[in-house]
């Protein structure tokens, strides 16, 4: 806690550079006006002037829907009806009045585009004042003198990405890869074009090529002087002081003496420094130190505390400006040091390693601006539920939305955030290079005082895919020498200048996956996809063989619930093999077979280890379980296995459209059974049982920074309940560690018993509760005896809804409850119910429910 002795405000502040404190006067405000351009659009394709009402943000395909032009593209396969769009240019135009007092009163007038999507020739009045031409980087243009009083127009002409993509095509002599885009070879054009990769098509996502003002447009007048930017920075930490430096940039009209103030947590100002700065920018250094400050920590190791700074710029008697900043105090830093296998590979938190447990994570839209604040709410909220600590913002999509580093900061959760390269090679003129460094630029500055950024990594794969894909043999000597020496220059140089020169405290991560070395991904150093389960068909098992020190991909797909899957479908194409949803699988894999994809892949690995059901709501619900298995699998195998593996990092959380795919949440935000499990696997102290070669194991897994003492409970039980064997040991899991706190020969445990028909249940006890159980089956869940089962419960009425009391009298497996329409969320769901025994689960719900008459009840028993 910060200490009240020292100063009133609860905060000692101790001024290095600012120098000493001067009183506060009493100030008028002259603060910058803003307003956001966001009523009166209208858009048309070019050439046609045929207005129709626009919103923005947005995109040319949803305002073409809101106007009932178009299909809804997510249904069936309208997607190939709405190609067309990215053919076209499409103008959008709106005007706003100026007041005559607003024109003369300030001394610069901006317009800011947030993002524009993405060759964009935007025009004031018809007079051109901005040509556009990447998706990721705002805009801030001077029209001050190109306003009127009154009436302005305002005007963007987006010209087709695809045209202008295929314009940089043609002018090569040779092919540039991009596997992922659903486009034929020679006509690829995304990696022309910093837009968004997974807008022309993934593995798991539609080709919708978008265009539009996707984030706000802002009119911005000030006098004088503004805060142009500020950079804080934790240079060292502990409980007892923290050391914070950093850089105000002030933005002056002319040169002069401003004063610059700082507040924290809404309390008087701590300092006040008087600094002469030249016209144009000037960076202000600062240097201040905290006692006993409140530290930033990670989702489960405590409070993520944000300290509320509030900076401000006066001069004279007027404040001109202010700049607030919600910031964590913490350390944080990247280790990888030799060890016996090779090099370490994790994250230490406040002089703490931590195991990052998290997922990756696509944007929960397709069409990017259509997902609101609460799409992003649950997105890290279903993060959080999971007990996870970090997500990574994939490199094929978009650098994210301010809000969403907001969440994780707030929440606890690090960002493993990528620079938006996936599977692909880029052009190597200095144009397009000089466009990737301004990228970089902007959005290394613009999301470094995040407490949550944990790591910059270049790009996903495409050092993989040059050594892997037989990228390195398609070209000629003199071409492989430039089209690699590009790669080299973006990924070795001008990114990795971006964040040493603009957030040096922050790591920079190469390539996704890669060894210490800059080799190869290797296991034995740096991170590692692991794509071994899925796509090289080995079974769960191999999750805990050759263990990399940090798995930054992995996963297994899944079909979606029912409820989910008949939003998009007719009753006739409700099969695993119809034609909508195979055009509904985005995962092609024909060097298994020719035609074999995703669909084709869930039905192998099902057969592997389920009876694949005939219908399909069964099929759906194996599918389902069948993730969630793996999903468990690898987790354990990851977190039993720390310190020699540090972080677990599956494919992927979210969809940004109702599909088949690795997510463990679905585009409707319904958790699939895999959801459950994974939160089940990330609990912060976990009892993980394995069984190897004769061999019954129990790793106790604790992320807290201190131990627990308690009592592990070992029983092996058949499926009526009779109990075959009990052994109670006491024990202690190590402070944030992992070690085995149970070793017995299985043929002591079981004896001639008949395993195919037995449970093992693990208990930690401590302080008189469980804190910590898990369960083993000796086989495949095919080839067990499960019994026939009478699923009873009852219902008792809760202010949010109801609590459900369910039981067996045998043990009842994977126990699926479901309402007529999918609607409501279950505590917990597709649990295994041991025999005599009953569960208490939670039933949160909004809309009238009948428990007798709408609860539904399956169970693999009842499928096997």
Same mark, same amino acid.
């Given at each position: 806690?910060?200490?009240?002795?020292?100063?009133?405000?609860?905060?000692?502040?101790?001024?290095?550079?600012?120098?000493?404190?001067?009183?506060?006067?009493?100030?008028?405000?002259?603060?910058?006006?803003?307003?956001?351009?966001?009523?009166?659009?209208?858009?048309?394709?070019?050439?046609?002037?045929?207005?129709?009402?626009?919103?923005?943000?947005?995109?040319?395909?949803?305002?073409?829907?809101?106007?009932?032009?178009?299909?809804?593209?997510?249904?069936?396969?309208?997607?190939?009806?709405?190609?067309?769009?990215?053919?076209?240019?499409?103008?959008?135009?709106?005007?706003?009045?100026?007041?005559?007092?607003?024109?003369?009163?300030?001394?610069?007038?901006?317009?800011?585009?947030?993002?524009?999507?993405?060759?964009?020739?935007?025009?004031?009045?018809?007079?051109?004042?901005?040509?556009?031409?990447?998706?990721?980087?705002?805009?801030?243009?001077?029209?001050?003198?190109?306003?009127?009083?009154?009436?302005?127009?305002?005007?963007?002409?987006?010209?087709?990405?695809?045209?202008?993509?295929?314009?940089?095509?043609?002018?090569?002599?040779?092919?540039?890869?991009?596997?992922?885009?659903?486009?034929?070879?020679?006509?690829?054009?995304?990696?022309?074009?910093?837009?968004?990769?997974?807008?022309?098509?993934?593995?798991?996502?539609?080709?919708?090529?978008?265009?539009?003002?996707?984030?706000?447009?802002?009119?911005?007048?000030?006098?004088?002087?503004?805060?142009?930017?500020?950079?804080?920075?934790?240079?060292?930490?502990?409980?007892?002081?923290?050391?914070?430096?950093?850089?105000?940039?002030?933005?002056?009209?002319?040169?002069?003496?401003?004063?610059?103030?700082?507040?924290?947590?809404?309390?008087?100002?701590?300092?006040?420094?008087?600094?002469?700065?030249?016209?144009?920018?000037?960076?202000?250094?600062?240097?201040?130190?905290?006692?006993?400050?409140?530290?930033?920590?990670?989702?489960?190791?405590?409070?993520?505390?944000?300290?509320?700074?509030?900076?401000?710029?006066?001069?004279?008697?007027?404040?001109?400006?202010?700049?607030?900043?919600?910031?964590?105090?913490?350390?944080?830093?990247?280790?990888?040091?030799?060890?016996?296998?090779?090099?370490?590979?994790?994250?230490?938190?406040?002089?703490?390693?931590?195991?990052?447990?998290?997922?990756?994570?696509?944007?929960?839209?397709?069409?990017?601006?259509?997902?609101?604040?609460? #799409?992003?709410? #649950?997105?890290?909220?279903?993060?959080?539920?999971?007990?996870?600590?970090?997500?990574?913002?994939?490199?094929?999509?978009?650098?994210?939305?301010?809000?969403?580093?907001?969440?994780?900061?707030?929440?606890?959760?690090?960002?493993?955030?990528?620079?938006?390269?996936?599977?692909?090679?880029?052009?190597?003129?200095?144009?397009?290079?000089?466009?990737?460094?301004?990228?970089?630029?902007?959005?290394?500055?613009?999301?470094?005082?995040?407490?949550?950024?944990?790591?910059?990594?270049?790009?996903?794969?495409?050092?993989?895919?040059?050594?892997?894909?037989?990228?390195?043999?398609?070209?000629?000597?003199?071409?492989?020498?430039?089209?690699?020496?590009?790669?080299?220059?973006?990924?070795?140089?001008?990114?990795?200048?971006?964040?040493?020169?603009?957030?040096?405290?922050?790591?920079?991560?190469?390539?996704?996956?890669?060894?210490?070395?800059?080799?190869?991904?290797?296991?034995?150093?740096?991170?590692?996809?692991?794509?071994?389960?899925?796509?090289?068909?080995?079974?769960?098992?191999?999750?805990?063989?050759?263990?990399?020190?940090?798995?930054?991909?992995?996963?297994?797909?899944?079909?979606?619930?029912?409820?989910?899957?008949?939003?998009?479908?007719?009753?006739?194409?409700?099969?695993?093999?119809?034609?909508?949803?195979?055009?509904?699988?985005?995962?092609?894999?024909?060097?298994?077979?020719?035609?074999?994809?995703?669909?084709?892949?869930? #039905?192998?690995?099902?057969?592997?280890?389920?009876?694949?059901?005939?219908?399909?709501?069964?099929?759906?619900?194996?599918?389902?379980?069948?993730?969630?298995?793996?999903?468990?699998?690898?987790?354990?195998?990851?977190? #039993?296995?720390?310190?020699?593996?540090?972080?677990?990092?599956?494919?992927?959380?979210?969809?940004?459209?109702?599909?088949?795919?690795?997510?463990?949440?679905?585009?409707?935000?319904?958790?699939?059974?895999?959801?459950?499990?994974?939160?089940?696997?990330?609990?912060?102290?976990?009892?993980?049982?394995?069984?190897?070669?004769?061999?019954?194991?129990?790793?106790?897994?604790?992320?807290?920074?201190?131990?627990?003492?308690?009592?592990?409970?070992?029983?092996?039980?058949?499926?009526?309940?009779?109990?075959?064997?009990?052994?109670?040991?006491?024990?202690?899991?190590?402070?944030?560690?992992?070690?085995?706190?149970?070793?017995?020969?299985?043929?002591?445990?079981?004896?001639?018993?008949?395993?195919?028909?037995?449970?093992?249940?693990?208990?930690?006890?401590?302080?008189?509760?469980?804190?910590?159980?898990?369960?083993?089956?000796?086989?495949?869940?095919?080839?067990?005896?499960?019994?026939?089962?009478?699923?009873?419960?009852?219902?008792?009425?809760?202010?949010?809804?109801?609590?459900?009391?369910?039981?067996?009298?045998?043990?009842?497996?994977?126990?699926?409850?479901?309402?007529?329409?999918?609607?409501?969320?279950?505590?917990?769901?597709?649990?295994?119910?041991?025999?005599?025994?009953?569960?208490?689960?939670?039933?949160?719900?909004?809309?009238?429910?009948?428990?007798?008459?709408?609860?539904?009840?399956?169970?693999?028993?009842?499928?096997?």
């Amino acid at each position: 806690m910060i200490s009240l002795k020292k100063w009133f405000l609860g905060f000692v502040l101790v001024i290095l550079v600012f120098g000493s404190f001067t009183s506060c006067q009493s100030k008028t405000e002259n603060s910058p006006v803003e307003f956001e351009i966001n009523s009166g659009w209208e858009f048309s394709k070019a050439g046609s002037n045929n207005w129709l009402p626009a919103n923005v943000p947005g995109t040319v395909h949803a305002d073409l829907m809101d106007n009932d032009k178009i299909e809804d593209p997510h249904y069936r396969m309208n997607e190939d009806d709405v190609q067309w769009i990215e053919d076209e240019d499409w103008v959008y135009r709106t005007t706003f009045d100026v007041e005559k007092n607003l024109l003369r009163a300030s001394d610069v007038i901006q317009l800011q585009f947030s993002g524009l999507d993405t060759y964009a020739d935007v025009f004031l009045n018809d007079e051109k004042i901005l040509e556009a031409d990447n998706m990721f980087v705002g805009w801030d243009v001077n029209v001050k003198e190109k306003l009127v009083e009154g009436e302005n127009e305002l005007r963007v002409y987006f010209h087709s990405p695809v045209e202008k993509g295929m314009e940089k095509l043609t002018q090569l002599d040779y092919t540039l890869p991009a596997v992922n885009e659903q486009a034929p070879e020679g006509e690829k054009t995304n990696i022309f074009s910093r837009k968004a990769p997974f807008h022309y098509g993934w593995d798991w996502g539609p080709r919708l090529v978008t265009s539009g003002i996707w984030r706000p447009v802002v009119l911005k007048a000030w006098n004088k002087a503004i805060i142009d930017d500020v950079y804080v920075v934790t240079e060292d930490a502990d409980e007892n002081k923290a050391l914070i430096s950093g850089t105000i940039t002030v933005e002056a009209q002319t040169a002069g003496e401003f004063l610059i103030s700082l507040d924290v947590d809404e309390h008087t100002s701590l300092y006040e420094k008087s600094v002469n700065v030249e016209a144009g920018l000037t960076q202000v250094p600062f240097e201040f130190e905290i006692e006993d400050p409140k530290l930033w920590w990670t989702n489960g190791l405590g409070d993520a505390y944000l300290y509320d700074f509030n900076f401000s710029l006066s001069f004279q008697d007027q404040i001109l400006d202010h700049h607030q900043l919600d910031y964590g105090v913490r350390t944080l830093k990247l280790v990888q040091e030799p060890d016996e296998a090779g090099h370490s590979f994790y994250f230490e938190l406040n002089g703490f390693p931590v195991f990052m447990k998290g997922a990756n994570i696509i944007p929960p839209e397709t069409l990017t601006p259509s997902a609101g604040k609460d #799409r992003y709410n #649950r997105l890290i909220n279903n993060a959080v539920a999971a007990n996870m600590n970090m997500v990574r913002v994939w490199g094929g999509a978009i650098y994210g939305e301010d809000y969403l580093y907001d969440l994780c900061d707030q929440n606890g959760i690090l960002v493993w955030q990528d620079f938006m390269f996936a599977c692909a090679l880029q052009p190597g003129d200095e144009d397009h290079l000089e466009n990737i460094r301004k990228e970089a630029e902007y959005n290394v500055k613009r999301l470094r005082n995040h407490p949550s950024i944990a790591l910059w990594c270049g790009n996903n794969e495409n050092y993989h895919g040059w050594h892997e894909w037989g990228w390195d043999e398609m070209y000629e000597p003199d071409v492989e020498e430039f089209v690699w020496g590009t790669y080299k220059r973006i990924f070795d140089e001008i990114l990795p200048s971006a964040v040493s020169e603009f957030a040096p405290k922050t790591a920079y991560w190469p390539s996704s996956p890669l060894a210490f070395d800059g080799t190869k991904a290797d296991r034995k150093s740096g991170d590692e996809h692991d794509w071994t389960i899925w796509f090289g068909q080995k079974p769960f098992s191999a999750y805990g063989e050759d263990l990399p020190r940090f798995v930054s991909e992995y996963g297994l797909q899944s079909f979606p619930s029912m409820h989910t899957i008949k939003e998009f479908t007719k009753e006739e194409d409700r099969d695993w093999d119809t034609e909508v949803m195979r055009h509904r699988q985005r995962g092609k894999m024909s060097y298994v077979h020719p035609g074999f994809d995703g669909n084709d892949m869930i #039905r192998w690995y099902m057969e592997q280890y389920y009876t694949v059901p005939d219908d399909f709501a069964d099929f759906v619900y194996v599918s389902q379980l069948l993730q969630a298995n793996a999903y468990k699998s690898a987790l354990e195998a990851h977190r #039993r296995n720390m310190p020699h593996t540090m972080g677990s990092l599956y494919w992927q959380l979210n969809d940004s459209w109702p599909t088949i795919s690795w997510s463990t949440v679905d585009y409707f935000g319904r958790w699939k059974a895999a959801h459950y499990a994974v939160r089940a696997a990330n609990e912060p102290i976990l009892v993980a049982p394995v069984e190897e070669d004769g061999q019954f194991k129990v790793f106790a897994v604790n992320d807290l920074l201190s131990e627990i003492n308690g009592e592990l409970m070992v029983k092996v039980l058949d499926f009526a309940g009779e109990e075959l064997y009990s052994q109670k040991t006491d024990i202690t899991a190590a402070a944030n560690a992992s070690c085995v706190v149970f070793d017995e020969k299985v043929t002591n445990m079981v004896a001639d018993a008949e395993t195919r028909s037995l449970v093992v249940v693990v208990e930690l006890i401590s302080g008189g509760q469980v804190v910590a159980d898990n369960l083993l089956y000796f086989h495949r869940p095919k080839e067990l005896n499960l019994p026939d089962v009478e699923v009873e419960f009852s219902a008792k009425k809760t202010e949010k809804g109801y609590q459900l009391t369910i039981s067996s009298r045998h043990l009842a497996k994977n126990v699926f409850l479901d309402t007529p329409e999918g609607e409501g969320f279950f505590s917990d769901n597709f649990f295994d119910l041991l025999p005599g025994e009953s569960k208490v689960v939670e039933f949160e719900t909004i809309n009238s429910f009948d428990p007798q008459q709408d609860l539904s009840i399956t169970t693999l028993n009842e499928l096997q």
